[in-house]
Every structure is written in structure tokens, then in C-alpha cells.
């Protein structure tokens, strides 16, 4: 596909499985938000990248959006690595730090551990991921408020990909997130149970 169609790259590695699923469900839902609407919005989701510099490469090609589904982790020194789960999947997320390390012209939606990435934002593009007091992305975080941004993108009849949407589809996820943390609240009032609240959606830059 060439590149310059491609509006969502869906970015894993091989063998990932928890990643591959999460991804795949994207596409789908990708695919059938935009049915009987135009514009289309192309997705590219390889599976096969097995190695920390071809997900280095696909990170650098041109999309509007770019979700990164991996793991992640800080060494002792505070580098933070993307990681899967094959042996020589880790790429140190400083080798995309640097201007034209990432393709993405509006946003970076980072399904990931660890999340801290202020230093790879490029100028005019977001670097978006949950924001939890432990700084750990579960798989229900990913599917309830991180795949929430895409729907709420892919929701609008013109398809807009802009910053300016991103910014507006993160509000209203928050916004819906808010509503359904205090509902959560209320259902556990008089009780011993604690509430299941879902993580709001942070950015860099403000």
C-alpha cells in the first residue's frame, strides 16, 4: 500500500499476542465505522515485524495517526524500551526521539507500560496514552478508553484525522470516562467494594 494513503499505521510485534488481538480489533472497527462513508480511512497493520529496526522504520513512515501496542520498561538508568515478547525485541525508545522519528503527522497513541514519551513528540504532533497513578496500561485500558479515541475519530462523517479532532476525541473520551468513574462511585457508596474506575487520556504537549 503506499504510504501516502495510509491515514493508521497499527504497529506490533510478531508474536504478541494480547498486541495482535488488540490491533486486529482497531481494524475491524476501523473498517466498519467508515462503511457507507467517505472518506476512507486506509489502515496499515503489518504482522510481521520481528525485529526492533523494522518497528523502528515502520514508526518513521508518514500516517496521520500511529497506534504503538508493546510492551515497555525503564532501565536502571531511566531508558525507556519498547519491547515484544521474542527474544531481540527491544528498541530503545531514544532511537526515535530525534526530529523525523516519527511519521505521524497528528498523533502517537501509545499502548504501553511506562508511558513518558515527551521527548519523541515531533512539532504539531501528540504523543497520547492513559494516565494512571502507577503508570501501568492494562489490556481492559487499551480496549475501554485508548481504542475509544479511535471510534470517537472515526465516528465524524469527514473523517478528520487533524490535530485539532484529536484534541476533541480525547476530550470526549475523558468527558464520557468522568461520567462513567462517578457512576462507578455511586454503585459502590455504602459498600465495602471498591470502585473499578477507568484511567483518563493524557497528551504531550498540552
Known amino acids: 500500500m503506499a504510504a501516502r494513503t495510509v491515514k493508521v499505521r497499527l504497529l506490533g510485534y510478531k508474536?504478541?499476542?494480547?498486541?495482535?488481538?488488540f490491533l486486529h480489533g482497531l481494524e475491524q472497527e476501523i473498517w466498519v465505522s467508515r462503511w457507507q462513508l467517505y472518506p476512507k480511512i486506509r489502515t496499515h497493520r503489518p504482522e510481521d515485524i520481528g525485529t526492533p529496526e523494522r518497528m523502528r522504520?515502520?514508526?518513521?513512515?508518514?500516517?496521520?495517526?500511529?497506534?504503538?501496542?508493546?510492551?515497555?520498561?525503564?532501565d536502571d538508568e531511566g531508558r525507556l524500551y519498547f519491547c515484544g515478547e521474542e527474544?531481540?525485541?527491544?528498541?530503545?525508545?531514544?532511537?526515535?526521539?530525534?526530529?523525523?522519528?516519527?511519521?505521524?503527522a497528528s498523533m502517537?497513541?501509545?499502548?504501553?507500560?511506562?508511558?513518558?514519551?515527551?521527548?519523541?513528540?515531533?512539532?504539531?504532533?501528540?504523543?497520547?496514552?492513559?494516565?494512571t497513578d502507577d503508570l501501568v496500561t492494562r489490556g481492559r485500558d487499551s480496549v475501554s478508553v485508548l481504542g475509544a479515541v479511535i471510534r470517537e475519530l472515526?465516528?465524524?462523517?469527514?473523517?478528520?484525522?487533524?490535530?485539532?479532532?484529536?484534541?476533541?476525541?480525547?476530550?470526549?473520551v475523558n468527558a464520557q470516562t468522568e461520567a462513567r468513574n462517578r457512576a462507578e462511585h455511586t454503585?459502590?457508596?455504602?459498600?465495602?467494594?471498591?470502585?473499578?474506575?477507568?484511567?483518563?487520556?493524557?497528551?504531550?504537549?498540552?
Open 15 to 21: 508474536g504478541f499476542e494480547v498486541s495482535d488481538r
Open 57 to 74: 522504520v515502520e514508526l518513521t513512515e508518514p500516517s496521520m495517526v500511529t497506534v504503538v501496542s508493546a510492551h515497555s520498561y525503564r
Open 87 to 104: 527474544p531481540g525485541q527491544v528498541l530503545p525508545v531514544e532511537c526515535v526521539a530525534r526530529p523525523g522519528g516519527l511519521g505521524a
Open 108 to 131: 502517537v497513541l501509545i499502548d504501553a507500560c511506562w508511558f513518558a514519551l515527551e521527548p519523541c513528540a515531533q512539532p504539531g504532533s501528540l504523543i497520547v496514552g492513559v494516565k
Open 154 to 172: 472515526c465516528f465524524l462523517p469527514d473523517g478528520d484525522l487533524s490535530i485539532a479532532a484529536v484534541r476533541q476525541a480525547i476530550s470526549s
Open 187 to 206: 454503585r459502590v457508596s455504602g459498600t465495602r467494594k471498591k470502585p473499578e474506575l477507568r484511567p483518563l487520556i493524557g497528551w504531550y504537549p498540552d
